[in-house]
């Protein structure tokens, strides 16, 4: 398995992250970057250029992550070449959020499940609901491949997210590979590092990822006056307050995030679902806490007895980036520290992580707030 | 930029604008880095705030509700004490289960009723109980059979009775225990009826006998019914037959015959005449209530002065109505034959040489009485009674021509109309019969006297 990674600015244009250079005989290009910069054709061509025997998967993030940095505005590709192992792409739309489930069943159902041992999915990051995506995945899905990915971020914005399969096409995509073969060895992780604190609220009323009313009083007003003078930057700054939700009678908490407002009947839509009648918090974050979260998330995604892994896809939540600010390289940081320095580094800020709950797990679910890592390394 | 750090720029670089060119974009970070953590401590701060309030609050409310549970308890341990109170205090046995027949609860008196020693009942174990309770009942089977029934049919009600081997009757209710909307269970309760139902049993022998008697005095009354109307008929032939030949003996040879002779001869046509009335009476006796005659309307006003013709008192004796008489619905023979007697009483018994014979009537919203008076001998009060049973005469027979039915007649006749009739009298002063009518005349009456009538 080798690595070869590219960086791209407006300042100083294509730059090799990495030194191995073999990028005629990779199979994969993972690309991540903004919006802006993505929808530049030239910028894809110069992408298959590099890789031309490359499929090129990619999505816009809310921040790339390159080797241990954090960047705005950049593009990255990471081309990989695996020696042992087989790889199948499928891609699909999604008209709306209705239809997440039905998107996420097809992939599974365009991937031979043969030999299948990881499906790694990137999906638009506004038009869907990452937990029916990660429930329509696993309905099709057989129990032993387990499921990691993230949903495409665009900044603090939350105005438009793109997801590609060798080039942009119209529509909301959702774009996933599946990885075959007993020699490749894939470890998963996914924490938060954040605090729940005040009082267990009540879901009154909510339907799928949109909440209406906690406790009986509409959402958007408990989150304006915890706001206070910073509610208007809505509905970036509620994520440095998600939701810890109780799941499975209390005995787990997903972390739900906030993706956009609704002045008119002051709901609230969420990345994932939030059932009606669970328990939910507010989570509150300090930096070192989540610089300890990502760490955590490093070490789970070690397999055991491995040796340390090629590549590292981090996907963590713009809501970590909103809080750590300038301070956000650190968890990067923390991630190379606990990998390795030979272990190479890529992946983005997103709108949620899809990952299974813990790493002796295989069903996948949405995370909101974490670090989630998926390592990749062969035999 | 960050008051903080223009501060800490005039102080090591004299002014914000003296520090190096080429520091400034470093300057602006460390400017937002500061901006950033005040802002993250304003946020923090706020939502702790918040949190707190949100928090007192809620343990307000919390303790609110605690108080308000407490209440409730105390209001459940009331209802509790109460209950255990009403379960002890009542005769019932009581037993409550769960649907699956376990024990859930009884009171003492269930335990007694159904003889369970302290030591089973401690055990709670259903089966053995259940087994100790079949064995005293003489159908166990059937018990049985009815409280599996009542199990699978957890909505039903039942009420029925449980005999034991050893003569008790208990009776059995029971009803399901509804909690909210779900049935919980079944309440049964159990009462010792062996009293009530052996006293049911003896009143429904004693029913039978008394039927079975009344039958049989039915079956005799129709006899002796039977036989008064054949025997006064078939009496009356020979009757006539000693009649006629005593009134040949008298044309033919009542001259020759002595004055003894003849005298005892017309004393034997008097008894013979006498006989005859009094089986002409037994018969319009027993044909009463045998023979069914229409009613009409019938205007007394019309019919007593009919009957007072009819009857051609001696010119002695005035009869008078005093008052307007009333229109009855009823049978016409009947009513002409208790005004017929009364007034034939009175006349033949006047022993005034200015006899008064007064009929009247008054009428309240119920019944007519009417009242047949004279200025006759009157009657002693020891008779008063005595005058309305069959072949009871206060004077010789010789002295007046009397039968001895006409009042039984009478008293038959007014109460089979549902009336009464009695005398007022003083020996001497004169006598006043009275009868009572009522206005309207059930048919239980009718049914009621035919019987008494027979007798």
Redesign the interface.
Known sequence: MKIAQKHWTEQTGWKAVSPNGVSDRTQLALVFGSVDILKNPARLEEIHRLFPNARVVGCSTAGEIVANRVFDNSLTATGVFFEKTALQFAQTTVESMDGSFDAGRKLAEALDHEGLVHVFVLSDGLNVNGSALAKGLRSALPDTVAVTGGLAGDQDRFQETLVFLDAIADGKTVAAIGFYGDQVQIGYGSRGGWDS???DRLVTRSKANVVYELDGQPILQLYQ??????ASGLPATGL??PLSLAVNDGQERLVRTILAINEQDGSMTFAGDVPEGSFAR?M?ANVERLVDGAADSARQSRIAGAPAPCLAMLISCVGRKL?L??RVDEEVESVQDTLGANTALTGFYSYGEICPMGPDRKQAELHNQTMTITTFAER | MNKLLLRQMEKFFGSGNSAPKELAPLFQAIGEAYDGFDADRRLIERSLDISSEELTQINQRLRKEVGERRQAEEKLQNSVSLLTATLESTADGILVVDRQGTVKGFNQQFAKLWRIPAALLATGDDHQLLSFVLDQLVDGQGFLDRVQQLYREPTVESNDLISFKDGRVLERYSKPQVLGREIIGRVWSFRDVTERVQAQEKQTRLLRELEQTSQRLERVNQELKDFAHVVSHDLKAPLRGIKTLAEWIVTDCGDQLPEEGREQLRLLLCRVERMHNLIDGILQYSRLGRIQEDKTPVDLNALVPEIVDLLAAPPAITITISEELPVLHCERTRITQVFQNLLSNAIKFMDKPAGRITVGCTGTEEAWTFHVADNGPGIDEKYHEKIFQLFQTLSARDQYESTGIGLTLVKKIVELYGGRVWVQSRLGEGSTFYFTLPRTQGEPHHERLQTSVAC
Do not use: A, D, M, S
């Open positions: 604190f005040g009082p006056r915890y706001l206070g003078e910073f440095l307050f507010l509150k809080v600010k300038q």
